[in-house]
């Protein structure tokens, strides 16, 4: 199956989850990531603020900052790279250009994400051989994970059913190195 085809069935499935599912997917995700010492160690994580039916990252992403994290997230630049911006609080998002919850705080340019410690990651499926991620499609990903280190824990956060063995592979797509969905955490390389 092509990728924009893979990226239609999926969405599709995301929309038939219940507000239920949702929740009860997002403490599962939250609460086993929280356990990893590796998180628990992390001093500056780069996550992403969750919109619709992704896996939800609000709880996580306050929990995180709680614990005394620095965490900075994704502000979309107008050739769909990735600038980053410290999360401070939930009264420190508007929505940005895609109209996803960004940080309104100092941009700190694309290479950010170099200096942090774990990466979480949106995709719609992973594949479960290759750890080969697809989103939504604007590239964004592919570049930001371009600038992570080899030995920096890679986590894309999936919903039951979407770690697969079929994504379509470019030379372009970055693997990450975890998959979590609500069943468990799983390592891939
Ligand atoms: N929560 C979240 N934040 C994120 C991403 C993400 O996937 N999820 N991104 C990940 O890169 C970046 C934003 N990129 C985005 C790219 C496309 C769409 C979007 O709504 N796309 C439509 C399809 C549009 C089209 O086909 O042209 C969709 O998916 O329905 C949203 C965000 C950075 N922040
Ligand atoms: N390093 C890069 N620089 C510029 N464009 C890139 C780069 N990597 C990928 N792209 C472009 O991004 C587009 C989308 O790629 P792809 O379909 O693999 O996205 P994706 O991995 O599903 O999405 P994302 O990375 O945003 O989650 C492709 O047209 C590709 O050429």
Same mark, same amino acid.
């Given at each position: 199956?092509?990728?924009?085809?893979?990226?239609?069935?999926?969405? *599709?499935?995301?929309?038939?989850?219940?507000?239920?599912?949702?929740?009860?997917? *997002?403490?599962?995700?939250?609460?086993?990531?929280?356990?990893?010492?590796?998180?628990?160690?992390?001093?500056?994580?780069?996550?992403?603020?969750?919109?619709?039916?992704?896996?939800?990252?609000?709880?996580?992403?306050? #929990?995180?900052?709680?614990?005394?994290?620095?965490? @900075?997230?994704?502000?979309? $630049? %107008? %050739? /769909?790279?990735?600038?980053?911006?410290?999360?401070?609080?939930?009264?420190?998002? *508007?929505?940005?250009?895609?109209? @996803?919850?960004?940080?309104?705080?100092?941009?700190?340019?694309?290479? #950010? @994400?170099?200096? #942090? *410690?774990?990466? @979480?990651?949106?995709?719609?499926?992973? /594949?479960?051989?290759?750890?080969? $991620?697809?989103?939504?499609?604007?590239?964004?990903?592919?570049?930001?994970?371009? $600038?992570?280190?080899?030995?920096?824990?890679?986590? #894309?956060?999936?919903?039951?059913?979407?770690?697969?063995?079929?994504?379509?592979?470019?030379?372009?797509?970055?693997?990450?190195?975890?998959?979590?969905?609500? &069943?468990?955490?799983? &390592?891939?390389?």
């Amino acid at each position: 199956m092509d990728k924009q085809n893979m990226r239609r069935r999926l969405n *599709a499935a995301r929309s038939r989850l219940s507000p239920e599912q949702l929740r009860h997917n *997002a403490v599962k995700v939250r609460e086993t990531l929280l356990e990893q010492p590796w998180v628990q160690m992390a001093g500056l994580v780069a996550c992403y603020w969750s919109t619709g039916s992704e896996p939800d990252t609000h709880g996580l992403v306050f #929990a995180l900052w709680k614990h005394g994290a620095t965490v @900075i997230l994704p502000v979309l $630049r %107008d %050739d /769909d790279d990735l600038d980053w911006a410290v999360y401070d609080g939930p009264d420190t998002l *508007a929505p940005g250009r895609r109209g @996803i919850m960004e940080p309104v705080d100092t941009r700190r340019g694309v290479e #950010a @994400i170099r200096t #942090a *410690a774990l990466v @979480i990651v949106p995709a719609l499926a992973v /594949d479960r051989d290759t750890g080969v $991620r697809l989103g939504r499609g604007g590239g964004s990903y592919d570049r930001a994970l371009a $600038r992570v280190g080899p030995n920096v824990p890679t986590v #894309a956060l999936l919903h039951d059913g979407e770690l697969v063995e079929d994504v379509p592979h470019e030379p372009h797509d970055r693997p990450v190195r975890y998959a979590m969905t609500p &069943s468990g955490l799983t &390592s891939l390389m």
